[in-house]
C-alpha cells in the first residue's frame, strides 16, 4: 500500500465503515487472534475476538441507529510495531432520542505476515 501512516489510517476508516455497516465480521478481520484490551462498555480486561465481538453487538443493540465516527488518528511506528491514537464519538438514536458516547482510543499494530494487525485496544469514553 503505501507509508505506515497510510495503512493504519485505511484500517482505522475501514473499521469504522464496517461497524457503521453492521458487518463485525469485516471488523474483526483487522484484529489478531489474542487481542486483548479494555473496552468503554466494561471495566473488565477482554481477552480475544469473541469479547470483542461483544463489545461491538452491544453497541450495535442499543439502538436503532448507532453511528461510530473516529478524527484526529495519530500514528507513530517503531519497527514492526504501530500505535494509533484518536477521538471516536458513537451516536445512537432510538426515536427521537439522540444520545452521543464521545471517547478516545488507541490501538496497537504488530506487523503480521506483512499485514498490520490490531494486537491490543484501550478505548475510554470522555469525562
Do not use: C
Not at 501512516?5 to 475501514?14: A, M, S, V
Not at 489478531?32 to 462498555?41: P, V
Not at 445512537?92 to 458516547?101: A, D, M, Q, R
Not at 503480521?112 to 478505548?123: K, P
Amino acid at each position: 500500500m503505501g507509508n505506515t501512516r497510510d495503512e493504519i489510517i485505511f484500517i482505522e476508516k475501514k473499521s469504522a465503515e464496517a461497524f457503521n455497516q453492521k458487518n463485525i465480521q469485516a471488523i474483526l478481520e483487522y484484529f489478531d487472534n489474542a487481542i486483548f484490551g479494555f473496552s468503554s462498555t466494561r471495566h473488565d480486561r477482554f481477552s480475544g475476538k469473541e469479547d470483542l465481538r461483544e463489545t461491538f453487538e452491544y453497541y450495535l443493540s442499543e439502538g436503532e441507529e448507532v453511528k461510530y465516527e473516529i478524527k484526529d488518528i495519530n500514528v507513530v511506528e517503531y519497527d514492526n510495531i504501530a500505535i494509533a491514537t484518536f477521538y471516536w464519538r458513537v451516536t445512537i438514536k432510538s426515536g427521537s432520542k439522540v444520545t452521543e458516547i464521545p471517547g478516545r482510543g488507541s490501538h496497537v499494530y504488530r506487523r503480521i505476515n506483512g499485514e498490520w494487525r490490531i494486537v491490543h485496544e484501550h478505548f475510554s469514553r470522555a469525562h
